[in-house]
């Protein structure tokens, strides 16, 4: 299960996302996206679990807690097709 943790603090590495979830279960890759421009780091990452319920167990464990002087938001990654797009049009319409 892909699993996202936003609100990152920039301080944070994938080092220590491993070592907050390792006691879950077992962790198959950690990523902390990075401004492809700056290389700084964007405040979140993704954590991959291969074991649904160690995944599931792991977001409720870490969900609001914190990590270097952040609290996580952790829960399950959205695919791409299901997240809003950034650069869509989000309603509106015209105005009489």
């Known amino acids: 299960m892909k699993i996202y943790v936003g609100n990152l603090s920039h301080d944070a590495t994938e080092d220590d996302l491993r070592a907050a979830f390792e006691p879950f279960g077992r962790v198959d890759s950690v990523a902390v996206v990075k401004d492809k ?3 700084q780091p964007r405040g979140f990452a993704f954590v991959v679990m291969p074991g649904q319920a160690e995944a599931q167990s792991a977001i409720q464990g870490l969900n609001g807690k914190e990590l270097r002087g952040r ?12 997240a809003p797009s950034r650069g869509a049009p989000q309603g509106g319409g015209r105005r009489s």
């Open 71 to 82: 609290s996580l938001t952790v829960n399950e990654a959205r695919s791409r097709s299901e």
């Open 37 to 39: 421009f700056t290389g």
